[in-house]
């Protein structure tokens, strides 16, 4: 896979402070004119962000991942490397037909995905970097943690429906953001724009 860093993020809910912080309890955005068919971040872990805030579905999580194919916040693909009750990747898809914002979807339409392959993930040590990648290749997704390959699986009939950038997420964390990387693409003609859903 060859990256292409991207050089700014669509900042669709959060904010990203100085020397690419995050530190805010929800943070969502897309690197608008990629694919979606692959993503990797490397950070620096920071600990626990500012205040906290419970997900939709009223759970309180501490997580960061990859999204894939980010239609919208209510059709895509997540990876995400969550760190309670214990540490493991687990992915996802979010597939709402009609539907493209959180006040028309909410928390409904995910699907967890069985690894047909996992090799766990270790816990986030504050101020240590790490990388996070995935890649989509036909109907199988991977994903690898500095460069070991964590989860592979499959996605379902519906993921081949969504179409969209490569995006983050991250709750109830903090983070430095060295670099993230996505393939280039998108649809032919499209012009990106960078769109606040507010998205849960």
């Not at 969550?82 to 959180?102: F, I, Y």
């Not at 943690?145 to 592979?152: A, E, F, N, T």
Request: proline content about 6%; overall charge positive; charged content about 20%.
């Amino acid at each position: 896979m060859t990256w292409t860093w991207v050089q700014s993020i669509c900042v669709t809910k959060g904010a990203i402070g100085p020397g690419s912080m995050v530190d805010v309890p929800t943070f969502r955005g897309v690197a608008l004119g990629t694919s979606g068919e692959a993503a990797r971040i490397d950070f620096v872990y920071q600990g626990r962000s500012r205040g906290e805030r419970a997900l939709a579905s009223g759970q309180v999580r501490r997580q960061l991942g990859l999204k894939l194919r980010a239609a919208d916040g209510c059709n895509l693909a997540y990876v995400m490397w969550r760190l309670d009750p214990r540490p493991q990747v687990e992915v996802s898809v979010k597939v709402n037909p009609g539907a493209r914002t959180h006040a028309e979807c909410g928390a409904r339409g995910y699907t967890k995905l069985k690894p047909a392959s996992y090799d766990g993930a270790p816990d986030l040590v504050i101020r240590k970097r790490y990388a996070l990648s995935a890649q989509i290749t036909g109907d199988g997704l991977s994903a690898w943690i500095d460069g070991r390959l964590v989860w592979q699986g499959s996605l379902p009939y519906e993921a081949r429906s969504l179409s969209g950038p490569s995006g983050l997420r991250s709750d109830n964390i903090a983070y430095s953001i060295v670099a993230f990387g996505a393939p280039v693409g998108g649809a032919p003609g499209e012009v990106p724009k960078c769109v606040v859903d507010g998205e849960d």
